[in-house]
């Protein structure tokens, strides 16, 4: 919508030379979240081989629901983290962390060499900061949406949370 050659901005600008662009604020927040270091990248994508470890076979996913329900765990499934819907990361993320007594128990049931990671305390705390991290773009986020916000009230927020 924005298009610098023919889209909104080109017609703004014709109107008002002087009228500046700039690209959603949203969208900076997740371009901004793909620069994590690697190391703790890889976290996310053991996480992301757990889960599809589990979601992508029907009976994986009711063996993790009964033994859920056995351990007593108040969720019982996963979220499929999905690339266009990137707010799914910190939901994900956020459930495993719930669910990783139950999670480490299925891995060693089925032999997966993912089971140790649970017991690397290094691993679980990078899991943990990363679940914080995600939360906190995940709130930015819902707060940068709705009716009645302007770009100034919008950069206040951003700079507020750099800060």
Same mark, same amino acid.
């Given at each position: 919508?924005?298009g610098?050659?023919? @889209? $909104?901005?080109v017609?703004?600008? #014709?109107?008002?030379?002087e009228?500046?662009? *700039?690209?959603?604020?949203?969208?900076?927040?997740?371009?901004?979240?793909?620069?994590i270091?690697? !190391?703790?990248?890889?976290?996310?994508?053991?996480? %992301?081989?757990?889960? *599809?470890?589990?979601?992508?076979?029907?009976?994986? *996913?009711? $063996? +993790?629901?009964?033994?859920? #329900?056995k351990?007593?765990?108040?969720?019982?499934? +996963?979220?499929?983290?999905?690339?266009?819907?990137?707010?799914?990361? @910190?939901?994900? $993320?956020?459930?495993? +962390?719930k $669910?990783?007594?139950?999670?480490?128990?299925f891995?060693?049931q089925?032999?997966?060499?993912?089971?140790?990671?649970f017991?690397d !305390?290094?691993w679980?705390?990078?899991?943990?900061?990363?679940?914080?991290?995600?939360?906190? %773009?995940? #709130? %930015?986020?819902?707060?940068?949406? @709705?009716?009645?916000?302007?770009?100034f009230?919008?950069?206040?927020?951003?700079?507020?949370?750099?800060?």
């Open positions: 919508m924005i610098s050659l023919s @889209g $909104l901005t017609w703004i600008k #014709e109107v008002a030379p009228c500046e662009s *700039t690209h959603c604020v949203i969208h900076w927040e997740m371009l901004a979240s793909r620069k270091s690697p !190391e703790v990248h890889c976290v996310f994508y053991d996480i %992301l081989k757990m889960i *599809t470890l589990i979601k992508t076979h029907t009976f994986k *996913t009711r $063996l +993790f629901k009964h033994l859920c #329900e351990m007593d765990a108040k969720h019982k499934y +996963f979220f499929l983290h999905t690339e266009v819907r990137w707010l799914s990361r @910190g939901k994900s $993320l956020n459930r495993a +962390f $669910l990783r007594q139950p999670l480490k128990r891995l060693l089925t032999n997966s060499d993912l089971s140790n990671k017991s !305390e290094k679980v705390l990078k899991l943990v900061y990363l679940c914080d991290i995600f939360n906190q %773009l995940n #709130e %930015l986020n819902l707060s940068l949406q @709705g009716k009645m916000t302007t770009s009230t919008l950069a206040d927020k951003v700079a507020a949370f750099k800060d």
